[in-house]
C-alpha cells in the first residue's frame, strides 16, 4: 500500500512537470507572436518612431504652429523651432512678452513605451503648469493643469497630434511656412493679439446670424481664453456653447467646433481692411457683427458671459444712487472704527449660476496688508429677472465686520430683491452692471463687469 501511495506521487509530480512544461513552451510561443510585429521588437519599433518624430519636428525648416488645450480649460498657441542639438526656441500667447520674445529650452523625445516629447528645461511651456498661482493663475499645486511632457499620437498631413503624458492636455502641431516664421519673428503674434483684444473691448456686444433670425451673441473671453455663442432658446432663457481658444497670427483658433443648428465654425479671421471677424460656414462667408446695445438682458449673461461685477472703492460713482453712497460711506466708517482699523475698499460681486451662489468679497485694508472679507449668499431669480438674495454665515475676515457691513448687507442685500441691468458710465461709456433694489429705488450700485 505504502509502494502504491509511493507511485502515485510519483506520477502525479510527472503530471505536474509536464503540464509545467507544456505551459513555458506555450507563453514562449506566444510571446515570440507578441514581441514580432512587422518584423520589429517593441524596443525596435519604438527606436524606429523616435527617429521618425525627431526627423519631422526638425525636418520642418519653418518650424510649427502649435495648439495648446490644457485640461484646466482655455487654449494657448506657441510657435517651436526644433533644432537637431536638443535646442527648441518658442513664442506664446502668454502675455506681451511671450508673444514678441523668443525663448529657448531644451527638449528630448524619449523611447517610452511610447514616443514621448518632453520639453525638460523651464519655458513659456512650463508656465502653465507651475504650481504657485502667482505666476499664472491657476490651482496651488497645479496651475492650469497642463503638461510639458506628451505622447505622440498621430500625424495627419501637415499635423501631428499628442495628449500630455500627465494630465491628458492636447497639444497640435501644425508646420509653418516661411511667411509665418518671418511673422512670429517680427513680432507678429503680439500684434495680432492687440489687434483682437482692443477690437473686443471696444465691441462687447458681438453677433451673427446664421440660418435664421436669431442674433447668436458672440462673447470673447480673452483671460480666460474661452469663446461663447449664446441664443435665444424660445423658453425665456439662453442657450450656450462654449469651447477654449487660442490667438493666432490671423484671429483665433478654437478647441472644438461650437455648432450652431447643425452649422459648425472652428475659428474667427481677422478682416484688416473691414476691421470685422469673419469665418467660412458651407463655403459661405460669415461676418461677426458689433451691435451698439447688449443682445440679451445682462441676467441672463452673469455667469455666462460674466461672472464679476467689481464695485470699485470710492465715496461716489456712476449708477451709485443716494442711499447707496450713504450706506457705503456709514460700512467705511463701521470698519475703520472696528478695533481693526480696517479701510473698506472695492466689493466684487462673483455669481455662479450653476449652483445659483453670489460671493460678496470686500477688500480691506489694515495699513498696506490687504485681507478679504467673504461674504456667501445663494440665489433665486424670476423668468423677468428680479433676484433674492439669501445670506449664509461670513467667516474668516467677514466675521469680524458683520455690524459694520451691516447697512450695505443685512439691511439691504439680505433683506431687498434686485433686478441687474447694464448702466452705461456717460463720461467713459463704459457697460456697467447695476444692482438696483426693487423696494428702495434710491439704493443703486454699479461695477465694472467681469
Not at 460671493?359 to 496688508?369: E, H, I, K, P, W
Request: hydrophobic share 40%.
Amino acid at each position: 500500500m505504502e509502494q502504491w501511495g509511493n507511485n502515485l506521487r510519483e506520477i502525479n509530480m510527472k503530471k505536474i512537470l509536464i503540464y509545467t512544461l507544456f505551459s513555458l513552451a506555450l507563453f514562449t510561443g506566444c510571446k515570440k507572436e507578441e514581441v514580432l510585429i512587422d518584423g520589429e521588437r517593441p524596443e525596435e519599433r519604438v527606436s524606429t518612431a523616435v527617429t521618425k518624430y525627431n526627423d519631422e519636428l526638425t525636418g520642418s525648416t519653418n518650424g510649427w504652429k502649435a495648439f495648446l488645450y490644457p485640461e484646466g480649460g482655455g487654449g494657448y498657441s506657441f510657435y517651436f523651432n526644433f533644432t537637431k542639438d536638443n535646442k527648441v526656441s518658442m513664442y506664446a500667447d502668454l502675455d506681451s512678452d511671450p508673444a514678441s520674445e523668443s525663448m529657448e529650452s531644451t527638449y528630448r523625445i524619449k523611447a517610452l513605451q511610447n514616443p514621448t516629447l518632453s520639453f525638460d528645461t523651464y519655458s513659456y511651456m512650463h508656465i502653465l503648469a507651475d504650481p504657485d498661482p502667482n505666476t499664472f493663475g491657476g490651482v496651488a499645486g497645479w496651475g492650469l493643469f497642463s503638461d510639458f511632457e506628451f505622447t505622440f499620437d498621430k500625424a495627419v498631413g501637415d499635423s501631428i497630434m499628442l495628449s500630455g503624458k500627465l494630465l491628458k492636455s492636447k497639444l497640435v502641431l501644425v508646420k509653418a511656412t516661411a511667411a509665418e516664421k518671418k511673422l512670429y519673428n517680427e513680432k507678429g503674434l503680439l500684434n495680432a493679439i492687440l489687434t483682437s483684444v482692443d477690437y473686443i473691448d471696444a465691441n462687447s456686444n458681438l453677433y451673427f446670424t446664421l440660418v435664421d433670425a436669431i442674433k447668436v451673441q458672440t462673447s470673447i473671453n480673452y483671460f480666460q481664453k474661452v469663446v461663447t455663442f449664446i441664443w435665444d432658446n424660445g423658453n425665456g432663457g439662453v442657450t450656450t456653447n462654449s469651447t477654449g481658444f487660442a490667438f493666432t497670427l490671423t484671429g483665433i483658433r478654437f478647441k472644438e467646433p461650437l455648432i450652431y443648428k447643425d452649422k459648425a465654425i472652428s475659428e474667427f479671421t481677422w478682416d484688416s481692411a473691414k476691421q470685422v471677424y469673419f469665418t467660412t460656414v458651407g463655403g459661405v462667408r460669415l461676418e461677426i457683427v458689433s451691435a451698439t446695445t447688449s443682445i440679451y438682458p445682462l441676467h441672463l449673461l452673469l455667469g455666462i458671459q460674466y461672472s464679476e461685477i467689481i464695485v470699485p472703492n470710492g465715496t461716489n460713482y456712476p449708477g451709485w444712487g443716494t442711499e447707496f453712497v450713504t450706506r457705503r460711506a456709514a460700512a467705511a466708517a463701521g470698519t475703520l472704527a472696528s478695533g481693526y482699523n480696517l479701510r473698506l475698499d472695492r466689493m466684487v460681486f462673483n455669481f455662479n449660476t450653476i449652483n445659483n451662489t453670489m460671493l460678496l468679497s470686500a477688500d480691506v485694508y489694515q495699513g498696506a496688508n490687504r485681507f478679504v472679507a467673504d461674504f456667501p449668499y445663494s440665489f433665486t431669480k424670476t423668468t423677468a429677472g428680479v433676484y433674492k438674495f439669501t445670506a449664509s454665515a461670513p467667516t474668516g475676515n467677514a466675521a469680524l465686520i458683520v455690524t459694520q457691513m451691516a447697512p450695505l448687507t443685512t439691511q439691504r442685500i439680505n433683506a431687498d430683491t434686485f433686478t441687474l441691468a447694464y448702466f452705461t458710465n456717460p463720461t467713459t461709456g463704459e457697460i456697467l452692471g447695476q444692482f438696483k433694489s426693487v423696494e428702495h429705488p434710491n439704493f443703486t450700485f454699479s461695477g465694472s463687469l467681469q
